[in-house]
């Protein structure tokens, strides 16, 4: 512990002692109810240490509360006198100061004695003189500073002046005679929070003293406020950046691994398609049994669907970061979706049965996106769905959506990060991709798309819910 002497010089910046949960002031340890001042935008504010529910606190002179943080400007105040636990009444924490100013020996003795009388928590101090209340003026922070406006030298309305140019929230209450009107109006003109007549009537003098120190303290205490919120705002704002940054950098990191764990995932991949390669240009050759032909052939399907994997954890990554970029081109659906399903078809040793009409359907898309997706719906329906069943793929037209079915038995709704990933594609395009699921154990999964052409029936709210096909394909095992 500091002797109180020292105590009394420290000053320097608060630090939060985390391990401890307490503030310290230069190392040395912060305690309820001692009074320090904290520095908040330029203003030194006094008052006491104090700690609730939701930390440490200074309670100011003027009851308000302003959180402490780490980094902020502080010192003891004079008052310093030890731990002053409960804190005190703001009454007892601020005696109002006031100076009085008169050339009148009579009026400098009586009026100081009327105050302590009618208000005896003030302390008041007394000048003869303009030109020594300055010297007060600049050295204290009075509350009040009451004046008599004729005196020899610098008068009232001069030292008026000055209080506003040092002390410009200092209020100053004038004395004036009796009669003396303009005297008045010019005070009043000049800024004088209120003005007495002489002879002074006691009452009216202690009623218009104690309404400038009230008023001074709710000034104090709204400035108090005010920092108090700029200094919660600013510590927000801190947070904000602190977490911001802290994301940005948690989501480089995520792209660092993400990236990394494609490349080590794509090494094995590309060995393996090779062998699988090579091992089938020798069975085209070689007598082998119908066993390792059909390994083969699963173990490049599982090589397909972990590239595709691979793919889309990247595209998840592009997605999450805003850097997923489509290119986009006008493309008829209805030979996009042909040579996608006869893709498919080849590879899988499918079967397919078109009901194909004429018209063209045009729309805005991605077209190697919009492929990938139809042929992770068909992986997906086809792995799941109830065997001997066909995957039923209908294009059409609702008013000016084009609309892309594709429906099976039994499938439910396997749904992974291909999902995803094709929704936020079909959002990008300006579209919606949902799964339903019927009673009769189909599931359908819908591809809505603006195709920017006109509807089937014009001029008609009917056209907006109107359906034509275009096309309908049949894929059976």
């Not at 200092?170 to 003005?195: E, S, V």
């Not at 081109?329 to 006869?342: F, P, S, T």
Request: glycine share 6%; aromatic share 6%; charged share 25%.
């Amino acid at each position: 512990m500091l002797e109180e002497k020292d105590k009394h010089e420290v000053a320097g910046t608060l630090t939060y002692n985390s391990e401890w949960s307490y503030f310290e002031l230069d190392g040395y340890e912060l305690h309820c109810g001692e009074s320090v001042e904290v520095s908040v935008f330029g203003y030194w504010i006094p008052g006491q240490i104090a700690l609730d529910t939701e930390g440490w606190y200074l309670f100011t002179l003027d009851q308000v509360n302003i959180r402490l943080q780490s980094g902020l400007p502080a010192r003891f105040c004079e008052s310093s006198g030890g731990s002053l636990t409960p804190l005190l009444h703001s009454s007892q924490m601020h005696s109002p100061h006031i100076l009085i100013v008169d050339d009148d020996p009579a009026l400098l003795q009586a009026l100081p004695q009327t105050v302590s009388l009618r208000l005896p928590e003030a302390q008041v101090d007394t000048s003869n003189s303009a030109q020594k209340a300055l010297e007060l003026i600049r050295a204290l922070d009075y509350d009040t500073i009451v004046s008599d406006i004729k005196m020899p030298g610098m008068d009232g309305l001069e030292l008026l002046a000055k209080i506003h140019e040092l002390r410009p929230e200092t209020l100053t209450l004038l004395i004036t005679g009796h009669g003396d009107h303009d005297l008045a109006i010019q005070a009043l003109r000049g800024g004088a929070y209120d003005y007495i007549l002489k002879p002074i009537d006691r009452d009216y003098f202690v009623a218009a003293l104690d309404h400038a120190i009230q008023t001074r303290k709710l000034r104090r205490q709204v400035v108090e406020q005010q920092l108090a919120l700029e200094l919660h705002t600013k510590s927000l704002e801190h947070l904000v950046q602190q977490r911001t940054h802290e994301l940005v950098e948690a989501n480089e990191t995520k792209d660092k691994i993400i990236s990394v764990v494609s490349q080590e995932l794509n090494i094995p991949l590309a060995h393996l398609k090779e062998m699988t390669q090579v091992l089938c240009q020798k069975l085209e050759d070689e007598d082998v049994s119908e066993i390792i032909s059909q390994g083969l052939t699963d173990i490049e399907q599982s090589i397909r669907r972990t590239e595709m994997l691979v793919q889309e954890l990247l595209d998840t990554s592009h997605i999450e970061t805003t850097m997923l970029i489509l290119h986009r081109q006008r493309h008829d659906l209805v030979k996009l979706c042909q040579a996608v399903l006869e893709e498919y078809t080849s590879r899988t040793g499918s079967a397919l049965a078109c009901e194909r009409l004429d018209a063209p359907l045009e729309a805005e898309v991605d077209v190697d996106r919009l492929r990938q997706l139809l042929i992770n719906l068909l992986s997906n329906a086809r792995e799941h769905s109830t065997k001997g069943f066909p995957i039923t793929v209908t294009l059409g037209q609702a008013g000016n959506k084009a609309v892309i079915t594709a429906s099976d038995v039994g499938s439910s709704s396997a749904l992974g990060l291909d999902y995803y990933v094709s929704r936020k594609i079909v959002e990008q395009l300006g579209g919606r991709l949902e799964f339903q699921s019927f009673p009769d154990n189909r599931s359908t999964c819908f591809i809505m798309l603006p195709h920017g052409g006109k509807p089937t029936t014009e001029n008609s709210d009917a056209a907006k819910h109107s359906w034509s096909t275009k096309a309908v394909w049949m894929v059976n095992d």
